[in-house]
């Protein structure tokens, strides 16, 4: 069921018939799958081809209403939360400026709590059973123990923000009705979800560059993100780019996301006082902003993006020679300023891999930007329901009604 | 039959009703298989279990000896070849030492085939069907068009390694049999081929480490060996770990090949008139001196093992901080030399990766060594057979007798 549920998502609706043949499945089971997911909720049929002078085909949509992943992101400067139904549409979004070194985490994980709250309101609102909460981290997650080991832009080590996000959760709760499973992860590896796309051959093998405060990666081989043998993959934000660089959060010098973090583009882009410094300004002012001064060529941001796109093109180089990726996401805050990042990164990467025509690696900028980690958080909350729709009757029902 | 061919290679003979369990497989179906194949030549049958109670089982053993993959390796300071047969037992390996630097490309092409020629006499006196050839050279392939794009440290560019061996192959033949196919591949993935081991999931995600004049490499994700999009993956020679470094065959400065590859080694190990470094040596007799003075304790050569081990950790620490792979193999010349080089290694993945006890990430020094590229390259050769017992009819037969 969960193949054709896959299939209905990613290519959109089609006749019973077509279904069985792209899945390889018989006409008689596939049918027999339809109606069951039918049952559940999660599709509909309707005659199709009325017209036709054949036999009618039965049309089989996605109903993406009656389910939701929540995802949500806890960055340095930013909390994000968003619920994603069954087919990928935005039923509940909020996103918070923070100050996250400055705040404990036990201040952040209530804000955040607070948000994911609002959220499973406004699912319940809708109608649609949540199939659970993905936390993405800025930071090293042990998927094993689901703690936050290190996470050196927020300072945090050794956090179990799952265990303390249910529990917030569970005390703020207004029903007495079950939470939907918590789980916490690594933002980039996150946003690489969302960046995933069965149906281009150039996104099975990518590398997707989060950029943030500081610099997040995921790697995706083989169309799935490669986690690594102990879930540890990704952490290219300290690969040494620049020994006379300067500190980096982790406690050595001359890391890539010193270079290119969020962080260093302000710096390189900006006075002390330049009211785009300021805190309580939130990612996309700040983003909108900078945008609007690359438009209108101000010399200074031209050059800030230059040579943040060059450091950026530096680094990508080392993983385009170790990887051969169809594909390098620019995602996070690099997608707002892509268009001034990328001519450097294509250059960097022309100059810099030693494979002809830089290994055929194309630079794309996420559709996503800084929302593509709690996207990704969504989709990843709902993977039990595509893997197995049945399990959809074990979850708790947030909104109380039928199926 | 594939399957129940790659689990007697993997697993040793095994009873009928076993194989089946393992496979997943029916009783039926397996019977019928393994009938086939013994038809092919590829497998015998006995009785065993013969002093049991119950009824007698029957014991399938892989006939190795019947087919043989040939693996080739053109490296700058030796040429090399082996002819493994199905069960992966040696039945022919040679091995030259040359200076890649100042024979001509068809000098050293010319040395090759007549090493072929040699192991493709010997796969026909021990009567082995010869299912491929495979050459690894130490460079960029286009897996595409089969071409050697670049060889930095041979001084090689479009070179057509394939067409160039079959057709010297071709006049060297003294029978008018068909040649097997012949392919090429860059030699640090064939080294790669080698150190898989699908009963080990530390091997599943996986970095080697392929040291030679520079240093090749290449990354096995989920079991395979990841050929990135357009299979130009592994360049990891190139990774800048130097910025005031010496210069590298690519041109650039401070490559890692430039302080890890046995060039470096021997330049920090030994005076210009040691007679270590006659070019007249070849690779074993090199690292046989090396092994002995390290085991005396030599100051000089310990110092050496050690600066190498260290800058072996450092680049290394950037290929885990990405890929948080179960294992880093120490393939190549490293092997020979692991004893004095992995402590150096182990204690900078220690220090430079960002995840806690270096991700899990154990550093393992090969079985094979210098020969993991022609072990690799004869595996690769026997693909097809191992894939579709079948094709072995298509082959020609060299040894023109009855399989």
């Known amino acids: 069921m969960g193949l054709l549920l896959r299939a209905l998502r990613d290519g959109g609706p089609r006749s019973r018939g077509r279904l069985a043949e792209?899945?390889?499945?018989?006409?008689?089971?596939?049918?027999?799958?339809?109606?069951?997911?039918?049952?559940l909720?999660?599709?509909?049929?309707?005659?199709?081809?009325?017209?036709?002078?054949?036999?009618?085909?039965?049309?089989?949509?996605?109903?993406?209403?009656?389910?939701?992943?929540?995802?949500?992101?806890?960055?340095v400067d930013h909390l994000a939360v968003v619920a994603l139904d069954l087919a990928g549409s935005v039923i509940a979004e909020f996103r918070l400026g923070i100050d996250g070194r400055r705040l404990s985490p036990e201040g952040v994980l209530a804000e955040l709590a607070g948000l994911v709250t609002d959220a499973l309101a406004e699912a319940r609102t809708a109608g649609a059973t949540v199939a659970g909460i993905t936390v993405g981290v800025a930071g090293l997650v042990d998927t094993a123990t689901q703690r936050v080991t290190l996470?050196?832009?927020?300072?945090?080590?050794?956090?179990?923000?799952?265990?303390?996000?249910?529990?917030?959760?569970?005390a703020m709760a207004t029903t007495a009705e079950p939470l939907p499973p918590v789980q916490v992860a690594n933002e980039a590896t996150l946003a690489a979800t969302a960046e995933l796309d069965p149906t281009d051959a150039d996104r099975a093998d990518m590398v997707v560059l989060y950029g943030e405060v500081g610099l997040g990666g995921a790697i995706v081989s083989g169309g799935r993100v490669a986690p690594g043998r102990h879930g540890w993959a990704g952490e290219i934000g300290h690969l040494p780019v620049d020994p006379r660089g300067r500190l980096c959060g982790c406690g050595r010098t001359g890391c890539w996301e010193t270079v290119v973090g969020l962080r260093a583009l302000l710096e390189a882009?900006?006075?002390?006082?330049?009211?785009?410094?300021?805190?309580?300004?939130?990612?996309?002012?700040?983003?909108?902003?900078?945008?609007?001064?690359?438009?209108?060529?101000?010399?200074?941001?031209l050059a800030a993006l230059g040579e943040i796109g060059t450091w950026l093109g530096t680094g990508a180089a080392v993983l385009v020679n170790t990887l051969n990726p169809g594909t390098v996401v620019l995602s996070g805050y690099f997608a707002a300023l892509g268009e001034w990042l990328r001519p450097a990164v294509e250059a960097r990467l022309a100059a810099d891999v030693l494979a002809p025509r830089a290994g055929g690696t194309r630079v794309a900028i996420s559709a996503f930007g800084p929302?593509?980690?709690?996207?990704?958080?969504?989709?990843?909350?709902?993977?039990?329901v595509l893997s197995d729709p049945t399990a959809l009757a074990d979850l708790p029902e947030l909104h109380g009604g039928s199926r």
Chains 1, 2 share one sequence.
């Open 41 to 75: 909720g999660l599709v509909s049929c309707e005659d199709a081809d009325r017209r036709g002078a054949g036999r009618p085909g039965v049309k089989v949509r996605l109903v993406g209403r009656s389910v939701c992943g929540i995802g949500a992101e806890i960055n």
């Open 269 to 301: 882009a900006t006075d002390p006082d330049d009211p785009i410094r300021d805190p309580a300004l939130n990612l996309e002012e700040r983003l909108a902003t900078l945008v609007e001064r690359a438009r209108l060529a101000d010399g200074r941001t």
């Open 371 to 384: 929302t593509a980690a709690v996207r990704g958080g969504a989709l990843v909350s709902l993977e039990p």
């Open 151 to 170: 996470a050196p832009n927020l300072g945090w080590r050794e956090i179990d923000v799952a265990e303390d996000v249910r529990g917030r959760l569970a």
């Open 22 to 39: 792209e899945t390889g499945l018989t006409r008689t089971v596939a049918a027999g799958l339809v109606d069951e997911l039918a049952e």
